[in-house]
């Protein structure tokens, strides 16, 4: 097994001259973050073939003529280097030299495999080349404020509580645990008595600009702050959770220049350590699910943090182990969203293991109600996914239903690179199944590669649905929490004047409650009618966010009507527009005289 010599790690990148314009150009911070999302053996092996060599991987240099591999890759360092030629460098080095390119294209190329932004704003010496570091800097004070406040006289309630859920003082140090204040403007408060714009804190997504133009008010207020780390440990994001059963449970950070959602794994930066020495990554889905587990010396998990498993998120785990261990409680097992996450880690050449937990526990309650040691037993029992996935779809499906088991299983068996274990899956399946496995190598050979998962019995909803209107969800939102709005909505606007229909269905069953006689609508309930819509759900828990953090409900209700009027004639006159565009190229004179008629109407007519 090679070393790297420690100046080999010191990288160049590129030429001086090249490398002193495009870094002016792109902060570290933003280089840092990619690097951060690939993974070097993923981006060369996509030009060359790779092959396994212990820890690390060879290759043929592509870089100069030879017989014997001596092009090593090193996933724990994220480098390369031959030791023929002295080539060697990073994956950006790397796409430069391959395809004789600059560092700006280079970039560029794997920002977008990444997922990340580049800004087009970012000039040498400008604002907005450091608008990153300052993002970082923000957070990091922010999340001192939070932190502090919670260990302060003020913060005794929140702390309380989590000391009655068994974090301890070294535990809360460690993850910088913290609590926002009830007021609506302490941390703006805070950061500007340090000089800082109001307008980074709304870029950092710390406060939100407030409909009555008084300025902008804290986003996160009564709620432990959970600070989110990237995987080199600065905080680029936060979670922040009630204290009691009210709804949204927890609200983020949205996305900004230095947090995506899709490309963070929560506790990772504490975990990579963990994960390496135990070969192993074990996923979960929330903050606490790390956290508590953490403290009791489970020291290599991750979380998801509430979404499905990205590919992004995979190649992020593949630096440090190339095992994973999913962790499902007993109500979330073999959700299809779960499925698909276990295809992802196929995908990307990983070997997945699936552990379940028993019924009414999830990771934080399990290490705390059960002996040390238990949870790795969990773990250990782990079942691979063949047995896993078949066993959920013959539960859901039914055992006589082999073509639907057959539609499921080998788009996954196909994603296996191993030819070995590939046939071992199809033996299995076929003796599981009671077929032949001659019939089911020639079923897979039909299954393409861009294979579109199914495992919803329902038709997928339209992805339209999901974008709503800022102003449709917000009365929404108002309406659900207030009968005395919903009812003044109702009179201001017809059931027609809404454009999504998501958001129109979930306005039918509130009417009908409200007049059924019911006083107030418990969120709780309302959200569990439309479990198996993912259009009206997420448009449900968006608009009660919405609604959460508004200050004057009477006005933005105002406003939100006007807006949603406003809207609508705009999207009448865009219509209307193209029609006309239409007739004139069509030389239909009758229409076109109708059509500027409708047009002068509409422009006439003030919104109220």
Known sequence: ??????????????????????????PQEIIDQILDRIDIVEVISGYIPVKKAGRNFKANCPFHD???????????KQIYHCFGCSAGGNAIRFIMEYENTGFREAIEGLAARAGVKIPDDRKPGGEGASIASKLYDINKLAADFYHNYLRSDKGKRALDYLKKRGFNSETLSKFKVGFAPEAWDSL???????????????????????????GDYDRFRNRIIFPIFNERGHVVGFGGRVLDDSLPKYINTPETIIYSK????YGLNFSKIGIREKSCAVIVEGYMDVVMPFQYDVTNLVA??????????????????????????SDQAGESASLRGLDVLIEKGMNVKIATLPKGEDPDSFVRNNEPGAFYGVIDNAKGLFEYKLDVLIQRLGERNIGGIVDEMLPTITKVDNAVVQSDYLRRLAERLGVHEASLRHEMGKVKPDYSYHYETEEKPDKKSYNYKNSELHLLGLAVLDKKLFLRMREELAPGEFQDSSIK???DVVGELFDKGEDRINPGKLLSRFQQDEPAREALVKALAKAEITQDPGKALIDCIFCVRKENKEDKLKGLTLRLKKA???SDDAEVKKLL???NKLHKEKVV
């Open 505 to 507: 269905k979930i306005i």
């Open 262 to 265: 899709s490309n963070v794994l």
């Open 188 to 214: 703006r408060k805070h950061c500007e008595g340090k000089k800082i714009p109001v307008e980074l804190l709304r870029k950092a997504g710390l406060t939100i600009l407030s409909e009555k133009g008084k």
């Open 584 to 586: 004139q190229e069509s």
């Open 1 to 26: 097994m090679f070393r790297f010599q420690e100046d080999k790690e010191k990288v160049i990148v590129g030429t001086c001259a090249d490398n002193e314009n495009a870094m002016g150009m792109i």
């Open 304 to 329: 998801t943090s509430g979404t499905a498993l990205t590919p992004g998120q995979v190649s992020m785990l593949k630096k440090y182990t190339g095992t994973a261990v999913m962790v499902f409680d």
């Open 597 to 599: 008629v409708e047009i």
């Open 66 to 76: 030879e017989k014997t591999p001596s092009f090593v890759i090193s996933p724990d």
